[in-house]
């Protein structure tokens, strides 16, 4: 289960991709499509969140950060 983080309300814009960057804000880069090319990051909102190890951080259908433990397991790989 997600738990929020942070508040930051963005509106997303179709064909961006938004994540949290290294410095914990929320950035948007346009993504590539077939031949066009994707841009650069554009910070949207400075949050400076922390992260904690073990989580995945991403935006929620509401436009803030959220974060949930991440699942580790699946199967073993055989050894040849």
């Not at 410095?23 to 948007?28: I, L, P």
């Not at 400076?48 to 073993?76: C, H, N, P, T, W």
């Amino acid at each position: 289960m997600a738990q929020k983080v942070a508040k930051a309300g963005v509106k997303r814009q179709k064909g961006y991709l938004y994540y949290l960057d290294k410095q914990g804000d929320v950035s948007m880069a346009k993504m590539a499509r077939g031949k066009s090319k994707g841009g650069g990051p554009k910070k949207v909102a400075k949050l400076g969140i922390k992260r904690k190890e073990g989580y995945l951080y991403f935006i929620d259908k509401q436009g803030d950060v959220s974060m949930a433990k991440m699942v580790r397991g699946g199967k073993k790989k055989k050894k040849r």
